[in-house]
């Protein structure tokens, strides 16, 4: 009896729609590379349109909090824009895909605003000194809370071996994340990104108090950040129940 052999063959395109998705596969990395830079962009467009209200000069004290939160907010957003890189390459679920696009585009884009304030107002973009301590001006020094080890050090933001703030990977936890491949790498990128997001919250709220930032344009960013992260909070720790993991303790 004979059979059909044409079902046992591979389609004829098929080798060409592997060879298509390998090299689209390879390429992610540098077309992630070249949307985040067109992000970044974007976002220093849009810090430089902004011009203060008042008569006065546009720019803070050196130990300002809008300079503080500029510069100590860009490092803890640069990390997470790096945790999302891994996820939106590595993770399995497309939700776990789509949430690390999101948080990817945005972070980027905010990236790009304070910057774009520090550079007018001639100030560096990495904290030249301890982080957090322009969140002292409520009678609290908050940079207590960070995790000051050497050990606990990592590299955030343009290559600056910094303290970790609160909510931050360790150099290890990220190492683990980008070794890790499938559903682990969704859970772990889920579990760092909630702690994460709720380890800069109050830096943000800090930041949205008039009685601490006189820079409108700083207040209404980083109320942008608290709506924009609280509901991906949300989001985190739902997927994260979904899939019977447990959530981080802060650090």
Known sequence: MSTDASTDRMPSDAPER????????????????????????????????????????????????????????????????????????????P????????????????????????????????????????MSADGHDHSGSMGQMTSAQMTAGNGVSTPLMPGMATASDMARLQSLRGDAVDIDFLQLMLRHHRGGLPMMEYAVDKDHVSEPYVRDLAQQMINIQTNEADT??????????????MN
């Open 236 to 249: 985190l720790a739902s997927m994260l129940a979904e899939r019977g993991a447990a959530q981080l303790p």
């Open 18 to 93: 592997i060879d298509r998705r390998s090299s689209l596969q390879r390429q992610l990395p540098a077309l992630l590379v070249l949307g985040a830079v067109a992000l970044l962009l974007v976002g220093v467009a849009i810090g430089l349109m902004i011009r203060s209200g008042g008569g006065g000069t546009d720019r803070p004290a050196a130990d300002s909090a809008a300079v503080g939160f500029a510069q100590d907010m860009s490092t803890h957003h640069a990390q997470g824009v790096a945790m999302a890189k891994v996820a939106l390459t590595q993770a399995q679920s």
């Open 95 to 134: 939700e776990v895909r789509a949430l690390a696009y999101d948080i990817l585009t945005q972070q980027t884009n905010q990236i790009g605003q304070m910057q774009s304030w520090l550079s007018r107002w001639d100030y560096p973009t990495d904290n030249p000194g301890t982080a957090m301590t322009w």
